[in-house]
């Protein structure tokens, strides 16, 4: 994928961070305000390996505001017909798409989705550029000044009036700023990608949860019939677990009822890989002439069934705060700030309420943490390794409603 061509350093705004959230942000904004001078920075190219993706039917809606539908379509996702969670008891209970406004869903290959919003960024008139080394500390006086090593070498420093820090769970720009986050639990996913025969026509189109005494299953087809697996799991549980080898998987993965006869036909591609998907938030998500937006922000349990569909939202959000505060607006950004607080506190209470569905192992220390009122983290905690982002959703909110009604 080709960058932009510009050869700019002022900006109206930069955008640190191109995955969904820091796409969505500019391509918004474009939207909002055709005049604006806008840089996306991205530390991808899209070409290294991003844990797949399964949207809710409903993010037609969105990719259609943004302008990408024809061209999300064009990327031929797999269609998603419903999902299937054996949560609260052993027998799994099916939620059909068939039945939503919209239709069926999709699984996405998260490369090519992302490399489709960083296209139509381009298309819009965006400046995207990758990085090739870490960006120096940010400095601010009127402007924001923030030093940028690009692939090929070259170092540019670049103004701006606004920063978006859409770095995903680090939020490195708000980090940078001495911003802490506020962690709440310490979950973890464990993720291996299978290969089905090409050949094979018996594959199952649906997202399947399945909950467990230390964790929960997750599993979705991908795009080239392949399929993601994941085990949820506290860290530190993972800790005393063997899962590093594909032998140790097996046996792990052995220990699950649906999980392992989905995979019994399957092929695993490669070693396990962790990753983190600890819920957390920045303690503050704006400031002067800056905010923070998608996982940078704050990051859900994965049981939510956000992914992908709350960084595109986040960013139409953060789009509409940015031209208000840019036209004179300085409340806007105090508002940004509440919408976001507001979110995440009844994002907490529906997380504690999608947990305590599951009643089969009361003395399991995963679902009794997750079962209780919730309290923010004192300090920053260190996950079970560097997070790498948020595994994929298993669109499990409509179940949970359906089994708490």
């Known amino acids: 994928m080709r960058e932009s061509e510009g050869s700019h350093n002022s900006y109206d705004v930069v955008i640190l961070g191109g995955g969904p959230a820091g796409a969505a942000t500019t391509i918004a904004l474009k939207r909002l305000d055709p005049g604006l001078r806008i840089a996306l920075i991205g530390k991808s190219d899209h070409s290294s390996l991003r844990i797949g993706e399964t949207l809710p039917p409903d993010a037609q809606t969105i990719l259609r505001a943004l302008g990408v539908w024809d061209a999300f379509m064009a990327t031929s996702p797999v269609m998603s017909y419903g999902t299937r969670a054996a949560w609260g008891r052993a027998h799994p209970y099916e939620n059909e798409f068939i039945f939503s406004l919209y239709g069926g869903g999709w699984h996405v290959d998260r490369n090519t989705f992302d490399a489709m919003l960083i296209t139509e960024s381009i298309a819009a008139g965006i400046e995207v550029h990758f990085m090739s080394a870490s960006c120096g500390a940010p400095h601010h006086d009127k402007y924001w000044t923030l030093p940028v090593g690009l692939n090929g070498g070259k170092t540019r420093e670049l103004k701006a009036r606004f920063i978006v820090d859409a770095t995903g769970r680090h939020s490195w720009f708000a980090s940078t700023l001495g911003v802490r986050h506020l962690v709440y639990d310490q979950l973890a996913a464990i993720i291996v990608f299978y290969q089905f025969d090409p050949d094979s026509a018996a594959i199952d189109h649906y997202v399947l949860v399945e909950a467990s005494q230390h964790g929960w299953w997750y599993s979705a087809l991908l795009p080239g019939k392949q399929l993601s697996v994941a085990f949820m799991a506290d860290a530190a549980y993972l800790r005393q677990v063997r899962w590093r080898s594909s032998e140790e998987w097996r046996s792990l993965s052995a220990t699950s009822s649906h999980t392992r006869r989905r995979i019994e036909m399957a092929t695993p591609l490669r070693n396990p890989i962790v990753c983190s998907a600890a819920s ?31 960084g595109l939202r986040s960013g139409v959000c953060a789009a509409r ?21 507001r979110e995440y506190s009844n994002y907490l209470n529906a997380r504690s309420n999608y947990y305590r569905l599951e ?47």
């Not at 957390?280 to 704050?298: C, I, M």
């Not at 997750?370 to 560097?386: G, L, M, N, T, Y």
């Open 359 to 405: 009643q089969r192992w009361p003395d399991s220390s995963f679902w009794q943490q997750r079962q209780e009122k919730i309290q923010p983290a004192s300090r920053e905690q260190r996950p079970v390794s560097q997070p790498v982002g948020m595994v994929a959703s298993p669109v499990m909110a409509r179940h949970i409603d359906e089994r708490g009604a």
């Open 280 to 310: 957390q938030r920045l303690e503050r998500v704006a400031g002067e002439d800056w905010l923070a937006v998608g996982d940078a922000a704050s990051t859900f349990d994965p049981v939510s069934s956000q992914g992908i569909i709350k």
């Open 321 to 341: 705060t940015i031209c208000r505060y840019l036209r004179g607006r300085k409340a806007a950004l105090q508002d940004y700030a509440d919408f976001i607080e």
